[in-house]
DNA sequence: CCGCATCCAACTGGATACTG
DNA sequence: CAGTATCCAGTTGGATGCGG
């Protein structure tokens, strides 16, 4: 990751879906909060106040596609939906700590607020 | 990270910020490059094949704002202009490897073919 | 070499209302 | 509870061409 630069080694395109995937308009938000513990859809929808349902749900759809999430009905009324990480989604784990600390580190008081 | 769900301690802004910041288009792309230690004009245009001058020079603008970047003229005939890290940007490096990582590790053979 | 200006088609996502 | 439907203004970003 330090070497001197090399032309040849460039534009990786495993990186690059990785961190567009995640970083997609509250993609991040949502493997957070699922990281965290949420796992229904009313908990998501709660803990991320300014996320409205149709981006909750877009997105949900999208990371099951991607394999990062399992979406299983429990058949109760009235109906719930649990949103699980898979092994993929629960291995992001590291990234999003890292990138946590490192927000953590220089915003403080906030994006707002830069060190 | 993985205590049992606390309802309060949600929608985190900073890492919001964060993960947006560097999921956005080109963004993280370009920030890897960076750190892979390229540091021309030139050298990121000719690195990412796909990416404008439009998108490129707007990128690296808004990376400027954020004070993930410097920019420098340096004044030789034809100007170059050199873009180096700065300290907020070149922490990132660690988050960007283990996402590297992780992404070697599921789409080993590109994003096309997950695991 | 390093951009910026313009045009423009396509996508995005917020508001609002409605369903099983 | 967990979504979908519709409308629509705003943003995005590719193509192309020009300028210091």
Redesign the pocket.
Same mark, same amino acid.
């Given at each position: 990751m330090s070497e001197p630069y090399d032309k040849g080694d460039t534009f990786c395109p495993s990186y690059h879906h990785a961190v567009e995937m995640i970083g997609? &308009?509250w993609s991040g938000v949502i493997l957070r909060e699922l990281l965290l513990g949420a796992s229904?859809?009313?908990?998501l929808?709660s803990a991320i106040p300014s996320?409205?349902?149709?981006?909750?749900?877009?997105r949900?759809?999208e990371l099951e596609a991607e394999g990062m999430v399992t979406?299983t009905v429990v058949d109760s009324v009235?109906? &719930?939906?649990e949103?699980a990480l898979t092994d993929k989604g629960r291995d992001l784990e590291a990234t999003i700590t890292v990138l946590s600390e490192w927000a953590d580190r220089w915003y403080p008081d906030g994006p707002d607020r830069p060190v």
């Open positions: 997609k &308009r229904r859809y009313s908990q929808r996320l409205t349902d149709k981006m909750l749900a877009a949900l759809q979406r009235p109906v &719930r939906v949103y």
